[in-house]
């Protein structure tokens, strides 16, 4: 029997999919290189079905052999390794940026004098199409919530960023950009405390409550799929913070992250230019554990944030406590500072490398906002936070434009500055 293979990300099969195995399987036994989540990541959003959902899907379609996992979107890899007679894709990768994991496979196997066999691309139906439609009619809370853990086994950084309402919730959808042959988005949203109590005109003090930051999020979940991290301030008191918890699952929110400070919150990028208290090592532990052991679904993340670099207590401190809150149980960390440079945040993962390898470190390079992406992942940094640019773009024009308005008594002068009508309407999809 000839050697023939198949790469897929088989997250939903359809005819065209079946196409493509019933020619392969003319040509011998065929091997279903199935991406795992990680290699669809690095190009397309997180599948909807799991890798082990997505195996049994394919190792019962008729014809095919066994399905192994392939761990990057480049094919030739896998092809190098298995040395196939035939490889079998559909025709559509021609197209650049595509065109060049083609050009790799036919490279690789004319090593061994292989044979790329091309079925024409169905055109009837697409799984991107199907994805959008899924996308438009929504996703179950508990989907959403599971797919922050996903994100971050599969990714090298997760990249979050600020909402604030439904409109700021869909840019965090859909902005999307190619980046060196790669198409970047934002994996995940961030509810901000601070953008979220500004966005109300009130400060940043825990005087919006739970059940305000709910509305928004609600707003922003009734238009998006993405996973949303919350900002859990200090977590309230003891005693409300489980309630806090069942609440936030129940949504579909993935992780909440807390603070370690304790009595009237203020922001932490003002540091000790006002009176803020960090709590006990033990307090916060006994919150925290608190917490997990209210949650239902073990996918939700309890995240605690250390304030010890923001309140000048020392990196000592920082990483004693990461130990500490890593032996009550924390699922990931959240290391923050208000320096103009990373320099505290990069010796502070180099130490907390050491205690863990595995539990996930988050960062919020808001004063630090020279960093590329590629540094923190060079620092073993996993999830990166945009914690509040959306708001604070925002602002600028519209205080801008208010002024303009009042200076020249009408609107034109500013007519260029916004958005036309027609094209505020075809923001929000279904409008017109
Ligand atoms: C927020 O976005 O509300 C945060 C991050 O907590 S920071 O403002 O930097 O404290
Ligand atoms: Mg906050």
Known sequence: MKKVYVSMSGDIIHHGHIRVIEKAREYGEVTIGLLTDKAITEYKRLPHLRFEQRRQVLENVRGVSQVLPQQDWDDSIMVRELKPDYVVHGDDWKQAPMDIFRNRVLEALSEWGGELVEVPYTRDISSSDIVKNI???????????????RLIAAKDIVRVIESHNGLSGLIAENASVERDGKIVC????????????????????????????????????????????????????????????????????????????????????????????????????????????????????????????????????????????????????????RHKNP????????????????????????????????????????????????????????????????????????????LSIKDILKLVPGTI
């Open 135 to 149: 996308s438009g009619t929504g996703i179950t809370p508990t989907m959403r919530l599971q797919s922050l853990k």
């Open 186 to 337: 934002f994996d995940g949203m961030w509810s901000s405390s601070l953008t979220d109590s500004t966005s109300r005109g009130k400060p940043d003090i825990e005087a919006v409550d739970v059940t305000s930051r709910l509305v928004t999020i609600n707003d922003i979940f009734e238009v998006t799929t993405k996973p949303m991290i919350y900002d859990g301030d200090t977590g309230g008191k003891l005693e409300h913070f489980p309630f806090t918890v069942r609440t936030l699952e129940r949504v579909g929110i993935s992780a909440v992250i807390v603070e370690d400070k304790t009595g009237l919150k203020k922001n932490s990028l003002l540091g000790n230019e006002v009176s803020q208290k960090q709590d006990s090592i033990e307090g916060f532990c006994t919150k925290i554990q608190a917490g997990l052991k209210a949650r239902i679904n073990p996918e939700f993340m309890i995240v605690t944030r250390i304030e010890s670099l923001i309140l000048d207590a020392g990196m000592d401190d920082a990483i004693a406590r990461a130990e500490a809150y890593i032996g009550a149980g924390a699922d990931a960390v959240m290391i923050h500072s």
């Open 343 to 418: 320099a505290e945040v990069y010796e502070f993962c180099a130490r907390f490398h050491r205690l863990s390898k595995t539990v996930p470190l988050i960062v919020v390079p808001t004063s630090y906002d020279e960093v590329y992406e590629h540094e923190l992942i060079d620092h073993g940094i996993n999830v990166c936070i945009y914690a509040n640019h959306m708001l604070r773009s925002a602002y600028p024009a519209m205080w801008d434009v208010a002024h303009k308005i009042l200076k020249h008594g009408r609107a034109c002068e500013v007519r260029e500055q916004c």
